[in-house]
């Protein structure tokens, strides 16, 4: 099996500032973004041309 590239999952805890982060500063677009449920969390994908990050925010199982 040959790895051709990663990506990257990233906890979010503040989903505002994170897409301030990525969107506005960095350039990344949004993708898609996706929440299964009410008390589930919210999932989404960023990409730029150089780059393509996932990240979850809200409730998650390392909460316990």
Known sequence: MR?????RVLRIFDQAKAEEFY????GFVTDWEDRFGPDFPRLATYTT???HIRTISGRSTTEG
């Open 49 to 51: 041309e150089t780059g």
């Open 23 to 26: 969107l506005d500063y960095l």
């Open 3 to 7: 790895l051709e590239r990663a990506v």
